[in-house]
Nanobody
């Protein structure tokens, strides 16, 4: 049974930082590209960042470039999202997802999803 479990969300003031973690089980994480997505109330789920299977290539949404960093540790079956200089508009539920052949920003092409972790940024 494949599971992706996010953690590290919470309430933070604008300008602060959070580090999200995604623990995977039931799959060989090194064979999956991974992504972070977010969904704010009343909005569609959007891509935040993605990383290839071995971590050599990453991509980011324009809104988070220079502030967020995606990384992975395949030995620990974990993916991380370091979020700095947080803004109120970053408030959302953050999800990690795994794709066995796709790398990119489409929400439709990821195979497995976590349940999400809430990030709230106060002004």
């Amino acid at each position: 049974q494949v599971q992706l479990v996010e953690s590290g969300g919470g309430l933070v003031q604008a300008g602060g930082s959070l580090r999200l973690s995604c623990a995977t089980s039931g799959l060989t994480s090194s064979t999956y590209n991974m992504g972070w997505f977010r969904q704010a109330p009343g909005k569609e789920r959007e891509s935040v960042a993605a990383v290839t299977k071995n971590g050599d290539v990453t991509c980011y949404a324009d809104s988070v470039k220079g502030r967020f960093t995606i990384s992975r540790d395949n030995a620990k079956d974990k993916v991380y999202l370091q979020m700095n200089s947080l803004k109120p508009e970053d408030t959302a539920v953050y999800y990690c997802a795994a794709a066995n052949s796709y790398f990119g920003t489409s929400t439709y092409l990821y195979n497995y999803w976590g349940q999400g972790t809430q990030v709230t940024v106060s002004s």
